[in-house]
């Protein structure tokens, strides 16, 4: 049935279809057709920086960046649905087109830019959901904001967030705002890291509950480059680390007819990348929380994410090109894993 529907959506421009299915499946939702068609969601419950998930699987931010759609998708069977990026103000991203199928290889390339309605859209959407899932929410600049005043934006998300977020994901490394990346590294990365860990702290004595505070970074990192993120995020108490973003690099699609369209590679091409930034986490953090995400296209992909350290795993591309089927397959796969 999926790949019926997959065939017709292929047809139309990306962006466009995406929001077409989107819409479809809140439509579908709203007459409870989601569980009807796609079943129960594992039951696979995994206890993780205080919070309870109800299986091991998850949507990566990205999808759904205004929490529009938080109660269709969580019905898809997620132990965990992702939101954002968000920025303090509503900005439109970068021009169109910015979303591109290599199908052949089963990746997808966008250079959105962090398109959003704002973080206040967003919190209204999460204060009306009605999935009972953990909702994280992923945080970043606006493309208007100098990357040395990167922390107000940050700052200014994670105090709007902080009320109504199960977990909060700052994210440094998408390769669609102009200079987000270096960020990522030595001074910049602590002086980043070191306020918003102290604001959150403070937000979470205030509050009464404890928000883990996650950060997101990218597969184009060395060993040494590697190292040297555990070193921050160990120093400045991360509560976990999602790894990893969308990929610069273009191996393994090359020759394709959209590899040289600028912007982020996410898909099959990014899952050994993912699974060797995940392997060296662990090495440095033997005891954090990692979510894995990158290529996870089957219940092997997943078994095989888990294996490389992650303790969670995130869908996104997988999602589109398989079908809302593989959100049970891979939580079938990593709970039998685990037995």
């Known amino acids: 049935m999926y790949a019926l ?3 017709l959506f292929f047809r139309v421009d990306p962006e466009t279809s995406h929001g077409m299915a989107l819409s479809a499946l809140d439509a579908l939702h ?38 529009d759609h938080v109660d269709a998708l969580g019905a898809l069977g997620f132990g965990f649905v992702e939101v954002g990026t968000v920025t303090p103000k509503a900005q439109p991203g970068n021009p169109k ?6 199908a052949e290889h089963e990746a997808i390339i966008n250079r959105f830019g962090f398109n959003n309605n704002g973080v206040e859209h967003l919190i209204q959407q999460v204060k009306r959901r009605h999935y009972g899932g953990v909702v994280g929410i992923n945080i970043g600049k606006n493309l208007s904001t100098a990357v040395e005043h ?17 977990y909060i994901a700052v994210n440094v490394s998408s390769p669609n705002t102009p200079g987000l990346r270096t960020l990522q590294f030595g001074e910049q ?24 505070l996650l950060i997101k970074i990218a597969p184009d990192m060395n060993s040494e480059e590697v190292a040297l993120m555990a070193e921050s995020i160990e120093r400045n108490a991360l509560d976990g680390v999602i790894a990893t973003n969308t990929t610069v690099s273009r191996a393994g699609v090359e020759g394709d007819p959209q590899a040289d369209e600028m912007g982020g590679l996410s898909g099959r091409p990014v899952f050994e990348a993912s699974n060797r930034i995940i392997r060296q986490l662990r090495e440095h953090l033997p005891t954090l929380p990692i979510i894995g995400v990158g290529g996870i ?16 795993i995130q869908l996104y591309s997988g999602l ?19 037995r």
Do not use: W
Request: glycine share 8%.
């Open 189 to 212: 990365l602590d002086a980043l890291l070191g306020p918003i860990r102290a604001r959150a702290t403070e937000l979470n004595t205030q509050s009464g509950r404890n928000v883990p």
């Open 5 to 7: 529907a997959r065939s």
């Open 97 to 102: 087109p910015r979303l591109f199928r290599l």
């Open 320 to 338: 589109i090109y398989q079908g809302p089927k593989l959100v049970g397959e891979c939580a079938r796969a990593v709970k039998n894993a685990s």
């Open 150 to 166: 990167a922390f107000d934006d940050y700052l200014l998300c994670l105090e709007a967030v902080h009320p109504y977020a199960d």
């Open 297 to 312: 296209d089957s219940a092997a992909a997943a078994q095989a994410k888990i294996a490389a350290g992650a303790d969670l």
């Open 30 to 67: 709203r007459v409870g057709g989601v569980t009807r068609l796609f079943g129960q969601p594992v039951d696979d419950p995994v206890e993780l920086m205080g919070l309870r998930f109800a299986n091991r699987v998850g949507l990566a931010a990205g999808l759904d960046k205004n929490a």
